[in-house]
């Protein structure tokens, strides 16, 4: 079903953001 | 290089090379040999994908990236899950749908077949090249650090390939890349630790973190709207969406890959796959390059990490300036030595900004010496690469690796470039084979023929590539060329796909000759340096989707008056 497809992008873009989100977090502490 | 190095190299190449030879003899028909069987699962694709993509200079350079201008390059890589998601959508269904062999074979049942055989010649011209670019650009590095032969070592790496990729197709590359990315997974991780653990005893690792932070190498992200900085959160996301999206969606050696899957839903999770590690990995990669700085803080190193380089100029009436500004570096690294292990313990502002101020002499003692080389090239009439970020990380390896590691490294950085070759081979055979051989000039024969074309035109392709690494060396500044040539053709090509998939009102006719008009205009453009040329990749796709627009709506009217 269409649902589950829609999980897995999301589960990229999510996964993408926090990867984007530590690295912010990574810059401001060293 | 010791006897244990060469058995670890050779054993893990060949074991390799022969395990994915006798795994996958006896293809039974092109399907088989182009689409593996259309067996492949999510996780073999993801591999594969990941594999075809990381060539050995990702592993030889991007380190170096890291080392001189830190972490930064990874924002390159955040517009890829964005193209993953895209090609999951809209390419990879209709692909399947239409049970295309390649991308181009779709262009001819959406346009025609001058706009597939267009695509295609497009697509042989730049991979072709690119592939010998594959070979020649490990191969010169390694030959100048370890002093091998350049063409034997060419001509090795080429023959390795051509043996698994004539012999079993595509299901012979995705074979032998799942083993070659576990080699190149488990001699990064080593080669990390072991970076760490050679660190001075009171350096931790979050304190190696801090030393490098000091020096600028974690600026990671950058928000700024700077058109001269390559690297910046917004040119990733929007230039590297693009450049993913003509890479993945478009171009057959990755296209071949999802193409081998079982289902649509595996096809589509490997790209998936392919969409979550990307980023972490290229991360991972670069935060070595930045362990290797903060090791070369506390142990000397040369001024420019290019041996060929460093002789070029120690030949010519530069020397002596040359041993100068290495003498400054040493007694530059002394201070920062001591400043960075005062720094390590009290993370005092003050003493962060006498590195910096230590840092930039550093880096103008780099740039002088880059000059000097420049100045010998001149003079010895040579062109040495003065840019030394290819060679950072195969120093470190060479000076200071244990026996064993050594050749461990170097199987890491062949088998890069042997899984990237592969794709590449096996998918310029299948365009050859498919979109040209069987659709255009010899028709209707068996199976078995068309299975047996495929292979002799592997061959050929692979032979072809040897020889362009074999003559690389006369061009100046070849990889760049390369790349040039990419964005020439790149987002003409990108354009006509979007055309395809997007906009059902363009038609054929309207596209082959829009896609005409742009290759010449992009072309001039390129010759006539009218923008960096990494931005003819969007010059060339938005000039071929408006030009494409007006054609058509001059031919609807056309129509309608008739």
Redesign the interface.
Known sequence: PKERWKKSYTLVLVANAIYIVLFYFIMKSF | MQTLDWVVLIGTLVSIVAYGTWKTRGSKNVEDYIKGGNEAKWWTIGLSVMATQASAITFLSTPGQAFHDG?GF?QFY?GL??A??II??VFIPLYYRLKVYTAYEFLENRFDLKTRSLTAILFLIQRGLAAGITIYAPAIILSAVLGWNLNLLIIIIGILVIIYTVSGGTKAVSITQKQQMAVIFTGMFIAFFLIVSYLPENITFTKA??I??ASGK????DFSFDFNNRYTFWSGIIGGTFLALSYFGTDQSQVQRYLSGKSVKEM??GL?FN??LK??MQ?FILLVGVMVFVFYQFNSSPINFNPTATKTVMNSSYAEEYEQLQNQQDEIFLKKKELMTAYADTKTEAIASQIANYNDGDRANRNAAKDLISKANKERVLSVETNDKDYVFIHFILNNLPRGLIGLLLAVILSAAMSSTASELNALSSTTTMDLYKRSFVQNKNENHYLKASKWFTLAWGILAILIACVAYLADNLIQLVNIIGSIFYGNVLGIFLLAFFFKYIKGNAVFVAALITQAIVIAGWWYDWMPYLWLNVFGCALVMGIAFIIQIINSLQDEHA
């Open positions: 972490m990874v955040f899950p964005i993953m998601i999951c959508l973190l801090d490098a932070g974690m600026d990671i992200l589509q999770m998936i969409g979550l980023v972490p991360f």
